[in-house]
């Protein structure tokens, strides 16, 4: 815990930071901020490793109600996580800040968010929790809005970030608020000794209230909307922050209020969490495949990922309500190891998205192409990440892959009907949404990185800063690791699991570095299947220089016996995902857009053809705007009640104080 | 489950690793040599001789390597990824054997993503070239993947609801525990989503014509144009072979009768032997369906793989309710 | 396993894969030859049950439905068909792809809710009610989403099918004079069709009842 305050006092002192002069303002920050995610990574990790649960108050910085801090293992992991894609964030942002992100308001919110990201998941109270999640909220609305802020996608962005994630906060309040109520206390240990003697229906809509906030902030169609508009207006290192850091805590949230405070709850809770998971990941897995901007790409796969770990999280508390704790803690393990393994590779990719970004000046994946040679350290990265996210084995998105089909099938043992059917939802959901995010990184990969420049702004690329290599690398670095020896961290992953949801505390996983389910029949070794898979490359290797002609040239690459082919004759990344689109096609509804000008002598010969394509967010539109259009009507018609008139105003305060006259009688 | 193995044991497993994979080396390519054949002669031709391809990649190792100019260093690596991809997931798949080397993590999602990466490999590389072929052709190759997932996923399900684990040497010594599995209907209807996917994954007739010369046309041809001399020698038999698993895990997984569970020398012969039958069989029919079928038009591909789906499906359901 | 069980479960299990197939299907010719092969596969279920219950009644109906489901009613379809020279269904009102999962949705339900069948009398034969139920949903989502007319006369008899296959499970046989008179209906139905399907074809030229759209004097 000292490790834990030390950290947080260090990340405000960041935000101090920024009454140094303005060359001085971001390394000096961001240093800080680099020390301060050590440190609670550090406190984070001893805390997992030793088990032990240990509280902090406060009284002094909120008035009333005080500061109530609570480290135990489920905290302890999601801290671990944000706390290393901070670290890795703020040493990219020495590299990366320039100009507006400079200014002092930048870099107190960005110390500030950082800290706010810390402070979350050790709250222990709906005080402390509101506190860090407005905190957290406004500094990222700031950041989000200091790149660009003349630009009308980003002022758009920030509007319905704001509204949604304002929304999601009074939710948040709202459920929480029902619970302190009928607990005598707004401390979580008061909420977590009433919630048994708290009725049933109670509990289930503070649940709901709880989820709507929380599954809002994870990305979880149809609450998601503001996730894509968001992540791509944002600088690169905030970004990755809110997709590897920020989106988790959603999922923090419904473990810690659904499984600790109200004790697993009723059935349908999670089978609704479940659903949720399952339309996340096939509506983000597909939408990714139809999307040509990168980072936009990058956000709807987190909203994919996000939606496996609701199918694993939703997996568990069903499971448990139904009496199979082991196969619930295999299901939890596996949806936490996937957060942890997903904040690394997603960071990474961001980082690297951002990386392309500033070297090309246009994150279109139409206009890139050709980066592997000028940019070749982040494009190897990048490589590494998307690997991750595709599941290929060595790395660690196939460990955490591996082990969420292995929790949901073992689950199947189960005599509960609907959790059997739901279980095989999440199944078909996983194999459908694997393929897609397949399709989509290597567009990404191929397109945005490989082939030959589109346009003289890829061309013209050049590597980016050492400290954003670092920082990328740093990223990587885990997406090998936890991939080949995941039994490293699958003991701390099980101790949070267990403080999460009051499982047993066997682990699911045998100690050893690879995965050796005990009590289930299953394992896999990673390390020995990466041994294995570099003596085959070794071996064939070898036999071909034996046995093979050694010659080689370079020549250019057949066209069907044309002559010259331009860069502009490659697929685009619209092209690449235009198969899908047509398969999907009712569900994606793209807008397509043909126009043929004709020469001016005659009808018969084209001078030039546009084709235009565009996949709208489908519940955006479908949703949201009619939904909107509705308050806009709303609001027009109320606009009647308001002629100017000053005795109208007079009256409507007169009729509503003997409204309220009347009620109090 | 932890395995304690000993020295004996480790070695012997490499061996039948070492011997599955020489096999498949020589046999896939003789497989597809096969499988022109049955075609030629079903439709009034003599046709190559069997061993063809073999004599086909002898030939390509002694040609020069040619890159494409506008490639990166991604290019010259992908032809080693697929082979080497392949080359592990046959290592360690019970094709001959339930206990070759790294038999612990023989897990069919294992064997499944190895051959993803293959694919992943190829596309990339496709795209790499810098061509409108080899994008064109990593777009449809990665598109009838990622639809075939599903059919694939909830198959593999369907197999280990039953056998109580997705390890491919526990589903198989299960089957020959238990016989009557292999009559079930759920198996038979994991055995026809299966065959659906290895069609689609494999990039055979009605999916996906090898012999065509139509660049328009190609799917998988269309991502190795670029490929000469060793690599495309590298590329060609990890096609091969991957065709070659597939259907081998398909005859093990159905009909495990014949596989070897003990170390003895004797018992490898009758397991070599007995996948060399099995596998002839399978490819036959394979050759007899491809004279028959016309290809799909591409967007007719989806409604082959949403059967397969239904039909996995249908054996999930089916097991659930015999139960 | 005994034998009696397995054959059990591999025909109820065929006639629903036909069933899924006849909306897999595009040609109007191939979903008539998957019919007769569902109608064989019914009649093998009650010819099994007959056999296992040593029931002489059952066989007859086992024979009966061999051959009104598996013979005759295919035969007079294809005469239908032999009218009409345009033989693939080439806009379903909802495509192949989406109807095939749309099957898969609905067999996982028709498992949802016949599992209180079940628990009423949880014999082996019984368990494969769900089997049933799913092929009753699927003719019924064929009937709906096919324009061809033999298209939605084959998905009334699937639905008919799957009736007879839950009933065959759930009672384990109905006397011959139900099954009789039940599959008169059936033929009944059909042979009206046929003449309606084939004098609309002489009027109007068309068999599709969706250009039937106006009423005529």
Redesign the interface.
């Known amino acids: 815990m000292t490790l834990l305050l030390l950290g947080l006092a260090l990340g405000a002192l960041a935000a101090a930071a920024a009454a140094l002069p303005v060359h001085l303002r971001v390394p000096v920050s961001c240093l800080l901020v680099a020390g301060a995610c050590v440190l609670a990574f550090l406190g984070a990790v001893a805390e997992l490793r030793s088990g032990h649960v240990s509280t902090a108050h406060t009284a002094a910085l909120l008035p009333m109600n005080g500061i109530e801090l609570r480290l135990d293992p489920l905290a302890a992991l999601f801290i671990a996580t944000t706390a290393f894609v901070g670290f890795a964030a703020a040493i990219y942002s020495i590299g990366y800040a320039h100009g507006p992100l400079r200014s002092r308001t930048a870099v107190v919110s960005f110390a500030l968010f950082v800290t706010s990201l810390l402070c979350v998941p050790a709250a222990s109270s709906v005080a402390t929790l509101l506190f860090a999640w407005e905190m957290m909220a406004v500094t990222s609305l700031l950041l989000l809005l200091a790149e660009h802020r003349r630009r009308a996608q980003a002022l758009d962005a920030a509007r319905w970030y704001g509204a949604m994630t304002q929304a999601g906060a009074a939710a948040i309040l709202l459920g929480l608020l029902l619970l302190a109520a009928h607990s005598g206390g707004q401390d979580f240990t008061a909420i977590r000794a009433h919630a048994p003697s708290i009725s049933i229906p109670i509990r289930s809509i503070a649940f709901v209230l709880v989820l709507l906030g929380f599954a809002s902030k994870a990305g979880a169609v149809p609450l998601h909307v503001w996730l894509p508009r968001a992540h791509p207006e944002a600088p690169s290192p905030v970004s990755a922050l809110m997709s590897g850091a920020m989106v988790s805590l959603g999922i923090y949230g419904i473990i810690r209020v659904g499984g600790d405070l109200l004790d697993g709850g009723v059935l349908w809770w999670w089978l609704v969490v479940l659903a949720l998971g399952v339309v996340s990941a096939l509506y983000g897995a597909l939408h990714a495949t139809a999307s040509s901007d990168l980072k936009r790409l990058l956000a709807y796969s987190t909203i994919d990922s996000m939606g496996l770990v609701l199918i694993g999280v939703g997996a568990a508390g069903a499971l448990r309500t139904t009496g199979h704790p082991h196969a619930a803690t295999l299901s939890m393990v596996a949806a936490l190891f996937f957060v942890v393994a997903h904040a690394s590779f997603k960071g990474c990719l961001f980082l690297a998205a951002g990386a392309a970004e500033r070297a090309t000046g246009t994150r279109d994946l139409d206009r890139l192409g050709g980066l592997a040679r000028p940019m070749a350290a982040t494009t190897v990265l990048f490589c590494v990440a998307a690997l991750a996210v595709i599941a290929l084995p060595p790395f660690s998105g196939f460990a955490g892959e591996w082990l969420l089909l292995q929790g949901l099938l073992h689950g199947f043992s189960d005599t509960s009907?609907?959790t059997v059917?739901a279980l095989?939802?999440g199944v078909v959901a996983l194999a459908l949404a694997a393929g897609l995010t397949a399709v989509a990184f290597v567009k990404a990969l191929g397109i945005g990185f490989l082939g030959r420049p589109r346009t003289q702004g890829a061309a013209e690329a050049r590597e980016v800063a050492p400290t954003m290599r670092l920082a990328m690398g740093i990223l990587a670095l885990p997406c090998l690791l936890l991939g080949l020896v995941p039994g490293l961290v699958i003991p701390m992953v099980a101790r949070a699991a267990n403080a999460g949801f009051a499982l047993p505390s066997a682990s699911p996983v045998v100690p050893g570095a690879g995965l050796d389910l005990s009590g289930f029949n299953g394992a896999i070794e990673p390390a020995l299947l990466a041994i294995a898979i570099v003596a085959g490359l070794g071996a064939i290797w070898m036999t071909l220089r034996v046995v093979a002609n050694r010659a080689t040239r370079r020549a250019e690459a057949w066209g069907s016996g044309r002559e010259v082919q331009t860069a502009r004759m490659q697929y685009t990344a619209t092209a690449f995902g235009e198969p899908l689109q047509r398969?999907f096609t009712?569900v994606l509804r793209p807008d397509n857009d043909l126009e043929v000008t004709h020469a001016a002598e005659s009808r018969f010969y084209t001078q030039a053809v546009t084709y235009s394509n565009r996949v709208d967010d489908a519940v955006e539109r479908s949703l949201y705007r009619p939904v909107i259009s509705a308050l806009a009507w709303w609001g027009t018609v109320a606009r009647r009640a308001q002629n100017g008139s000053v005795h109208r105003y007079l009256a409507f305060s007169f009729v509503a104080l003997v409204i309220v006259l009347v009620v109090l009688a | 489950m932890t395995a304690t193995v000993s020295t004996v044991h480790v070695w012997s497993g490499i061996a039948i690793s070492v011997v599955q994979v020489i096999a498949l080396v020589l046999g896939a390519p003789l497989a597809l040599g096969l499988m022109a054949k049955v075609r030629a002669r079903v439709e009034g031709r003599v046709g190559a001789p069997i061993r063809q391809p073999l004599l086909d990649l002898r030939k390509l190792l002694t040609k020069e390597r040619v890159h494409a100019e506008h490639a990166s260093a991604a290019l010259p690596i992908v032809p080693f990824v697929v082979a080497a991809s392949v080359v592990v997931a046959v290592a360690i798949s019970p094709l001959i054997s339930t206990s070759p080397a790294l038999s612990e993590s023989a897990d069919l999602l294992v064997v499944v993503s190895l051959l993803l990466a293959g694919s992943v490999a190829l596309a990339i590389g496709g795209l790499d070239t810098g061509t409108a072929f080899g994008g064109m052709g990593a777009s449809r190759a990665m598109t009838i993947g990622a639809l075939a997932e599903p059919a694939l996923l909830v198959a593999v399900v369907a197999l280990a609801i039953q056998a109580g684990s997705t390890n491919l040497p526990a589903i198989v010594a299960g089957t020959l525990a238990h016989p009557?599995w292999a009559?079930?209907?759920e198996r038979?209807?994991a055995l026809g989503a299966l065959s659906i996917v290895v069609l689609a994954e494999t990039g055979r007739l009605p999916v996906d014509n090898p012999s065509t010369h139509l660049e328009l046309t190609m799917i998988h041809e269309a991502m190795v144009l670029e490929y000469a001399g060793p690599d495309l020698a590298l590329v060609t038999v990890g096609q091969a072979m991957r065709l070659g698993l597939l259907v081998a895990l398909i005859a093990n997984l159905f009909f495990p009768w014949g596989v070897a569970t003990s170390f003895s020398p004797a018992a490898i012969a009758i397991g070599l032997v007995a996948l060399g039958l099995k596998v002839t069989v399978i490819v036959v029919v394979i050759a007899l369906v491809e004279v028959r079928t016309a290809k799909l038009r591409l967007f007719r591909v989806?409604?082959l793989?949403?059967?397969g789906?239904?039909?996995a499906?249908?054996a999930v359901?089916?097991g659930?309710?015999?139960r | 396993?005994t034998l009696y069980l397995?054959v059990l479960?591999?025909a109820?299990?065929a006639v629903?894969?036909c069933a899924?197939?006849t909306l897999?299907r595009r040609d109007v010719r191939a979903i008539v030859t998957i019919l007769a092969v569902q109608g064989v596969c019914l009649g093998i279920v009650a010819g099994d049950l007959a056999i296992h219950q040593r029931d002489l009644a059952l066989g007859a109906t086992a024979l009966l439905v061999l051959a009104a489901k598996g013979l005759v009613v295919p035969l007079l379809l294809r005469r239908v068909l032999r009218k009409d020279p345009r033989s693939r269904e080439t806009t379903p009102l909802v495509n192949?792809?989406?109807s095939?999962?749309a099957?898969?949705a609905l067999?996982?339900l028709s498992?949802?809710v016949s599992?209180k069948i079940i628990a009423l009398d949880p014999s082996p034969a019984t368990?494969?009610v769900?089997?049933g139920v799913?092929t009753v949903l699927v003719g019924y989502f064929l009937l709906v989403t096919r324009q061809r007319t033999v298209s939605q006369i084959v998905g009334l008899l699937v639905v008919d099918n799957g009736i007879a296959l839950v009933t065959f499970l759930v009672t384990s046989g109905v006397p011959l004079i139900v099954e009789l008179g039940a599959s008169l209906d059936v033929l009944l139905v059909v042979v009206v069709l046929q003449v309606l399907a084939t004098s609309l074809g002489s009027r109007f030229g068309s068999f599709e009842l969706d250009e039937l759209t106006e009423l005529h004097d």
């Open positions: 009907t609907a059917i095989l939802v398969v009712d | 009557a009559a079930s209907p038979l209807l989806p409604e793989l949403a059967g789906f239904v039909l499906v249908l359901v089916t659930l309710v015999t | 396993m397995e479960e591999i109820a299990g629903l894969v899924v197939v897999w192949i792809p989406a095939l999962v099957a898969a067999i996982v498992y949802v599992s368990r494969l769900p089997l799913a």
